[in-house]
């Protein structure tokens, strides 16, 4: 038995050997080519009109909300190898995409008021279009008769609609649940850059209570495929 099951592995070790051969022969980039795109004039062109897109926005959240003033303000831009073997043996497999970068921006802010009321003046201005769900559920939370049952792991916390340039979302400390921003260590090309100042959150927390997190993410600015 276990020398079937030995030779079942090696089998299967050199199926997936031959496979990745055929992957790595087949015109599609390798990593230090994709890198090489990531860097390049036109997608550095795309870039700075997509960073331009994101400052603007975060400038017409500003204006208004005149009591929002960020604390920090963090814009990640990354490049990411998105290729995979999903679709490996489907005979009529979609498109491939190789590399998507996209860029994301966290304002980080506080408040002097309670979140409840802080996320109702913010509601109030109109300055996004949060999804009808999203805002049911931020009432329901708050103690309004919504009809609806929110489930006990649910955190309060408002989405805009889809089908937009950038997608938003708005977060708060809550209890245990407190706000941050991670990244992932294994993009083919990024960079983090920080406005206002540079301290961390929990620093941010410590000097000034609560803190909110309003999110910005892009559509992809550019892919390869």
Same mark, same amino acid.
């Given at each position: 038995?276990?020398?079937?099951?030995?030779?079942t592995?090696?089998?299967? @070790?050199?199926?997936?050997?031959?496979?990745?051969?055929?992957?790595? $022969?087949?015109?599609? /980039?390798? #990593?230090?080519?994709?890198?090489?795109? @990531?860097? &390049? @004039?036109?997608? #550095?062109?795309? !870039?700075?009109?997509?960073?331009?897109?994101?400052?603007?926005?975060?400038r017409? *959240?500003?204006?208004?909300?005149?009591?929002?003033?960020p604390?920090s303000? *963090?814009?990640?831009d990354?490049? #990411?190898?998105? !290729?995979?073997?999903?679709?490996?043996?489907? /005979?009529?497999? /979609?498109?491939?995409?190789?590399?998507?970068?996209?860029?994301?921006?966290?304002?980080?802010?506080?408040?002097?008021?309670?979140?409840?009321?802080?996320? =109702?003046d913010?509601?109030? !201005?109109? *300055?996004?279009?949060?999804? #009808?769900?999203?805002?049911?559920?931020?009432?329901?939370?708050?103690?309004?008769?919504?009809?609806?049952?929110?489930?006990?792991?649910y955190?309060?916390?408002?989405?805009?609609? $889809?089908?937009?340039?950038m997608?938003?979302?708005?977060?708060?400390?809550?209890?245990g649940?407190?706000?941050? =921003?991670?990244?992932?260590?294994?993009?083919?090309?990024?960079?983090?850059t920080?406005?206002?100042?540079?301290?961390? *959150?929990?620093?941010?927390?410590q000097?000034?209570?609560?803190?909110?997190m309003? &999110?910005?993410h892009?559509?992809?600015?550019?892919?390869?495929?």
């Amino acid at each position: 038995m276990a020398s079937t099951k030995q030779r079942t592995g090696l089998l299967l @070790a050199f199926l997936l050997m031959g496979v990745s051969a055929c992957a790595s $022969s087949d015109g599609r /980039p390798s #990593q230090r080519e994709l890198k090489k795109i @990531a860097g &390049s @004039a036109e997608v #550095q062109t795309k !870039r700075e009109a997509t960073a331009k897109a994101v400052r603007d926005r975060v400038r017409a *959240i500003e204006a208004g909300v005149p009591w929002l003033k960020p604390l920090s303000v *963090i814009t990640y831009d990354q490049c #990411q190898d998105v !290729r995979g073997n999903a679709h490996l043996f489907d /005979p009529n497999p /979609p498109k491939e995409i190789f590399m998507k970068c996209r860029m994301s921006s966290y304002v980080f802010f506080a408040s002097d008021r309670n979140p409840k009321d802080s996320v =109702a003046d913010i509601l109030r !201005r109109e *300055i996004t279009d949060w999804t #009808q769900s999203s805002v049911s559920d931020l009432l329901t939370y708050y103690g309004k008769d919504t009809g609806l049952q929110l489930s006990d792991r649910y955190v309060p916390s408002l989405t805009s609609v $889809s089908g937009r340039e950038m997608r938003e979302t708005l977060r708060w400390d809550v209890g245990g649940q407190k706000v941050s =921003a991670t990244f992932p260590k294994n993009a083919l090309w990024d960079r983090l850059t920080h406005r206002v100042s540079e301290k961390s *959150i929990d620093q941010l927390r410590q000097e000034n209570g609560v803190i909110y997190m309003w &999110s910005l993410h892009t559509n992809e600015y550019h892919t390869v495929s």
